[in-house]
């Protein structure tokens, strides 16, 4: 009987270790981590997420791209929040194919960028686990965590992540490399741990 007990729980484990691999592959294929980066510190989160988490990773693109110059750009996005323009965009993405989303972006003058309404308002999430995640030039999130509520309403949303990166209008474009960069994995770790999403190898 004892011996049959042993048995019966190798045979368990054994089972049980390829069914949480397997599960773990299939769960890989249907993330997504899609971000819209201009100097690249949310790419550079993207990417520390995208080595955990694996799925598609995929930038943002638009149709028209921004201005190079800051005064510029700044200046279109806050006509395009004023007037609620959806600039169109290049990127067009197989959302079906997605269980999990990863949404990353900057604050661009304290909100969501337009592109990222774009997306949102295009591309159907009902149904789907939407997880945010931002740098901004130290003044936060502002209401783009909110305007992601308010876009996907049949969404399951979990907690967010943001963390300070450039600070393009003072010339600090890249921010997040080197010692940032290893802070932030640390800390991207830990929030995917806390959210559940972590992969355990
Ligand atoms: C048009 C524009 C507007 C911005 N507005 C804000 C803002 O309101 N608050 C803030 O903290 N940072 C703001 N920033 C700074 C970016 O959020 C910050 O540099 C971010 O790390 C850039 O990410 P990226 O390198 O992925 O483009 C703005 C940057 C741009 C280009």
């Known amino acids: ?24 592959l299939q769960e890989s294929d249907k993330v997504l981590v899609v971000y819209l980066s201009r100097t690249n510190n949310t790419k550079a989160l993207a990417e520390i ?33 004023e007037t609620g323009f959806l600039p169109p965009l290049k990127t067009k993405v197989d959302i079906k194919k997605y269980e999990t989303i990863f949404i990353g972006f900057p604050t661009w003058g304290m909100q969501l960028p337009p592109s990222l309404k774009s997306f949102l308002t295009e591309n159907n999430l009902e149904g789907k686990t939407v997880i945010p995640f931002n740098s ?24 967010g992540f943001s963390i300070k990166g450039g600070k393009e209008r003072d010339g600090i474009f890249l921010a997040i490399k080197g010692e940032k960069e290893k802070e932030a994995k640390v800390a991207i770790k830990s929030w995917l741990s806390k959210i559940k999403l972590g992969v355990v190898d």
Do not use: W
Request: glycine fraction near 6%.
């Open 49 to 81: 997420i995208h080595q955990e988490v694996g799925g598609d990773l995929v930038p943002l693109e638009l149709i028209n791209p921004y201005p190079e110059n800051y005064r510029a750009i700044v200046k279109q996005v806050a006509e395009e929040n």
């Open 136 to 159: 901004n030039a130290g003044y936060g999130v502002g209401s783009s965590f909110d305007t992601i509520e308010l876009l996907c309403p049949k969404s399951k949303i979990l907690e």
């Open 1 to 24: 009987m004892t011996k049959l007990l042993i048995l019966l729980t190798f045979f368990s484990s054994c089972f049980s270790s390829v069914t949480m691999k397997e599960i773990r």
